[in-house]
């Protein structure tokens, strides 16, 4: 990574897969990515862990505006995890998250909070109720399913920094 940290700098826009990479533990250190401003990840939800690890991102991105994470295999995700305590330092910049994915199990709910906790200038957070296939968004025929992730996403308002908007993606 550390070869690419001169590009990265100069970046705007990043996207970055996740989805087939595995890391045990911890992510590596990422170098500062002190232009991005649009920030889009998709990842594999097989470790809580790393899901909540891509906070981490938010620390090295310090004018980061928007933030999209597509998020695959959370009806398979064991909530039996270590988590290691991140401190929650304000993102003075973040004003758009995305989030794909969600289904309204514990682990997405804190990650969204996590990530709200941090976000204190958010405009608007947007939940994206359908899951994703490998890089490709699926409607969701289990309508108990979306119903179940739709009220667990509208619970969200409540931690919503003010002025903030919910907004949740229908089918």
Not at 36 to 63: G, Q, R, W
Not at 64 to 84: A, D, N
Request: aromatic share 8%; hydrophobic share 45%.
């Amino acid at each position: 990574m550390s070869r690419f940290s001169g590009y990265l700098s100069r970046l705007e826009k990043f996207e970055l897969d996740l989805m087939s990479l595995k890391i045990l533990g911890s992510y590596p250190r990422f170098p500062k990515l002190t232009n991005v401003k649009h920030l889009e990840l998709a990842i594999y939800a097989y470790d809580a862990y790393n899901l909540i690890c891509c906070t981490s991102f938010l620390m090295v991105s310090p004018l980061l505006q928007r933030l999209k994470l597509k998020i695959l295999g959370l009806e398979c995700l064991s909530l039996q995890c270590k988590k290691k305590k991140q401190k929650a330092k304000p993102h003075r910049c973040l004003k758009v998250v995305e989030l794909g994915g969600f289904v309204g199990y514990a682990i997405d709910v804190e990650l969204a909070k996590n990530i709200l906790k941090r976000a204190v200038s958010l405009e608007k957070l947007v939940i994206d109720p359908c899951a994703y296939s490998w890089g490709e968004r699926e409607e969701r025929t289990d309508l108990e399913c979306v119903i179940a992730a739709r009220a667990c996403a509208k619970q969200l308002d409540m931690s919503l920094p003010p002025g903030a908007e919910l907004v949740i993606l229908s089918l």
